[in-house]
Each structure stands twice: as C-alpha cells, then as structure tokens.
T-cell receptor
C-alpha cells in the first residue's frame, strides 16, 4: 500500500462546478501536509498548507482529519485555469525527514 | 517567494555519457536540497537529500555511484547521472527549503533528460 494515496481521476467538470479531492496517508507520525499543483511538464507549485482547523484561500479550502488520516481539497467555482494535477504531499519526521508525494489527481475543467 | 533554478532545462545525450544538472537557490540559502525523479504519469520520487558540506543521503534503491550529488555551497547542489542509459530518461526536479525550513519546499523548473 502506498504511504500517500489519491484517486488519480481524471475529474472532468464544467466551469463553475465545485469539485473535491481526497487523500489518505498511512503513517500516523506524519507532521505536515500540503496540496501542490503541477501543470503538464512543469514543476510542482505549492497551493496551500493543510491544517486540522481547515485552511481557506479564495476558492480553495483544505482540511485535515488526523484521526482518519485523511486530507481534502475543495475547489469552488472551477475555472479553466484550474485544470492541472493536484498533488497531496505529506512530510514525516520520524525515521529521517522525508516528503512523500501522492501520485496526483488530474482535473480537467471544461467550458 | 523563494526562487530555485535548474540548468539545463532539457538535455539529450547518448547512452554511456554523463550528465550534470545544477540546482541553485537564487535568493536564499539552502543547507538542504532534495532531488526527485518523475516518470511520465507517475508521482515524484525522492532520490536523495543533499546536505551542504556533507554526503548526500540516498533513498533505498537509488545507486549513489550512479547518481553523484555534490552540495558544495549553500546555494548550489549538482546531480551527475553517470553512464546514463535510456532507462534513466526522466524528469529530474530539485527542491529546497528556505533558510533551512524544509516544511515548505520550493521546486526548480526541472530538467528533462532523454538518453538515446
């Protein structure tokens, strides 16, 4: 089983739709959590950090549930420019610091 | 935000040659940099952690003699793929945490290596 798991998608949604991505992690010692966005053939870019209290940035809302080891990303009012791959990222400190990337969820927003 | 550059952005080489990729933090010091590899439609896989002034820490399954890492200064880490083969063709990306904070990583633009 992968340490960080995501639904690969693709999610095909119309402009203006609300879409939610989920991610689960297996290592309970994981310390910090992020969503990154990666466009085709480009490097990942930090979208937002994820906290238990929830984190909102404009149309994007991220949530962490430590008890269930589950992370979510909600995108409201989807734009064409939101089309990308969204990577769930987990940092764990035990056994040596390490960043684990999920395989990503592909999103296509259509006009 | 912090800027990380990589050079070259794309390289095509013959099998058996060595290729050096540079990763630079342009506006901050990076005591630790990370090297990743990404095959098509797959996630980023950490290859090694590059520590300034000391030996790199390699992930399991990554050959340290094949992927040579040098982190000679606080702003530069290099990855040399020695005796490259077609199966080494991939997207290589480095990242660094700003001022020693590895919680949030800033990524270089990546280097696409094609070995013929």
């Amino acid at each position: 089983r992968k340490e960080v798991e995501q639904d690969p998608g693709p999610f095909n949604v119309p402009e203006g739709a609300t879409v939610a991505f989920n991610c689960t992690y297996s290592n309970s010692a994981s310390q910090s959590f992020f969503w990154y966005r990666q466009d085709c053939r480009k490097e990942p870019k930090l979208l937002m950090s994820v906290y238990s209290s929830g984190n909102e940035d404009g149309r994007f809302t991220a949530q962490l549930n430590r008890a269930s080891q589950y992370i979510s990303l909600l995108i409201r009012d989807s734009k064409l420019s939101d089309s990308a791959t969204y990577l769930c990222v987990v940092n764990r400190g035990t056994g040596g610091f390490k960043t684990i990337f999920g395989a990503g969820t592909r999103l296509f927003v259509k006009a | 935000g912090a800027v990380v550059s990589q050079h070259p952005s794309r390289v095509i080489c013959k099998s058996g040659t060595s290729v050096k990729i540079e990763c630079r933090s342009l506006d901050f010091q990076a005591t630790t940099m990370f090297w990743y590899r990404q095959f098509p439609k797959q996630s980023l896989m950490l290859m090694a952690t590059s520590n300034e002034g000391s030996k790199a820490t390699y992930e399991q399954g990554v050959e340290k003699d094949k992927f040579l890492i040098n982190h000679a200064s606080l702003t530069l880490s290099t990855l040399t793929v020695t005796s490259a083969h077609p199966e080494d063709s991939s997207f290589y990306i480095c990242s660094a945490g700003q001022d020693g904070n590895t919680d949030t990583q800033y990524f270089g633009p990546g280097t696409r290596l094609t070995v013929l």
